[in-house]
């Protein structure tokens, strides 16, 4: 025989004559058959794992079930025929937890793992590549054109392109030369902004708060491009939502060298589609 269900005497709401004396013979019973308790724990339940927890109260008649051992439950407490009976039960529960805990925490690893993920990069379009032609007309004379005049030349015709669509480039100029949205003068006063913020959310909302990188709370928005129409809130697919911990990864190598435009965007792609 195993486990009997709880029998709450004492508290037990039933008045009618016929459970009273069932109640009194299973007393009788188990108050002598039935004397020994399990073992004062010997550890914090506080100090174990979340999933360690999770499975302590349903261990116990796992662990009952499992040895075969005959137990009644009083008023909530785990009565045991020996203390034999109630020392096994004790040890296999703890053992029982701390496989049930693995699981779940190696279960959990997996959904966190698991190759479905909701957040696509949109590729972004390479900024324009100036023609010789276009360098030229920056150039200002018909001579053989230097390495520093080409540069310059360069500058001018990006100046140029960037006056008529200040969306064109999306990382150059990124900085002394951004456009930033109405009334704000620096990138530091744009994220204080409730224009940002709104923003931010909005993004963190959309893919319910799950990191791009690895699936778990994002808490940051990262920017892929600056273009004032990101910025402004009008496009919002560079925007990605990351963890701290991916953010950094994609910003910094794992010897903590900052990596360029580029080079955030090789290590974003990695994690994203890994
Ligand atoms: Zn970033
Ligand atoms: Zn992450």
Same mark, same amino acid.
């Given at each position: 025989?195993?486990?009997?269900?709880?029998?709450?005497?004492?508290?037990?709401?039933?008045?009618?004559?016929?459970?009273e004396?069932?109640?009194?013979?299973?007393?009788?019973?188990?108050r002598?058959?039935f004397?020994?308790?399990?073992?004062?724990?010997?550890?914090?339940?506080?100090?174990?794992? %979340?999933?360690?927890?999770?499975?302590w109260?349903?261990?116990?008649?796992?662990? =009952?079930?499992?040895?075969?051992?005959e137990?009644r !439950?009083?008023n909530? %407490?785990?009565?045991?025929r +020996?203390?034999?009976?109630?020392?096994?039960?004790?040890?296999?529960?703890?053992e029982?937890?701390?496989?049930?805990?693995?699981e779940m =925490?190696?279960?959990?690893?997996?959904?966190?793992?698991?190759?479905?993920? %909701?957040?696509?990069?949109?590729p =972004?379009?390479?900024?324009?590549?100036p023609?010789?032609?276009d360098?030229?007309?920056? !150039?200002?004379?018909?001579?053989a054109?230097?390495?520093?005049?080409?540069?310059?030349?360069?500058?001018?015709?990006? +100046?140029a392109?960037?006056a008529?669509?200040?969306?064109?480039?999306?990382?150059?100029f990124q900085?002394?030369?951004?456009?930033?949205?109405d009334? =704000? +003068?620096?990138?530091?006063?744009?994220?204080?902004?409730?224009?940002?913020?709104?923003?931010?959310r909005?993004?963190?909302?959309?893919?319910?708060?799950?990191c791009?990188?690895?699936?778990r %709370?994002?808490?940051?928005?990262h920017?892929?491009?600056?273009r004032?129409?990101v910025?402004?809130?009008?496009?919002?697919?560079?925007?990605v939502?990351? !963890?701290?911990? !991916?953010?950094?990864?994609?910003?910094?190598?794992?010897e903590?060298?900052?990596?360029?435009?580029?080079?955030?965007e090789?290590?974003?792609?990695?994690?994203?589609?890994?």
């Open positions: 025989m195993g486990r009997t269900k709880s029998i709450l005497f004492d508290k037990d709401p039933a008045d009618d004559a016929i459970r004396a069932w109640a009194d013979e299973a007393w009788k019973e188990i002598e058959k004397t020994f308790t399990l073992p004062k724990k010997k550890f914090v339940l506080k100090s174990k794992s %979340r999933e360690w927890q999770a499975h109260k349903y261990s116990l008649g796992r662990a =009952i079930r499992e040895l075969g051992v137990s !439950c009083v909530g %407490r785990e009565l045991f +020996s203390q034999e009976d109630a020392n096994a039960v004790a040890a296999r529960r703890i029982l937890c701390d496989k049930l805990a693995q =925490i190696e279960a959990t690893a997996r959904y966190r793992d698991a190759p479905e993920r %909701r957040f696509v990069l949109v =972004i379009a390479p900024d324009p590549e023609t010789e032609e360098i030229r007309k920056h !150039c200002g004379h018909d001579r054109i230097g390495k520093t005049e080409r540069w310059m030349a360069e500058i001018a015709w990006k +100046s392109l960037k008529k669509d200040p969306n064109l480039f999306l990382v150059a900085g002394h030369i951004q456009t930033f949205p009334g =704000i +003068s620096s990138y530091e006063e744009y994220l204080q902004s409730p224009l940002w913020n709104r923003i931010r909005k993004c963190l909302t959309q893919a319910e708060h799950s791009a990188g690895c699936g %709370r994002a808490t940051l928005v920017h892929r491009d600056y004032p129409r910025l402004q809130g009008e496009e919002l697919s560079p925007l939502p990351l !963890c701290e911990t !991916c953010h950094e990864k994609i910003h910094k190598t794992s903590g060298i900052p990596r360029h435009w580029q080079g955030c090789e290590e974003l792609e990695r994690l994203v589609n890994r």
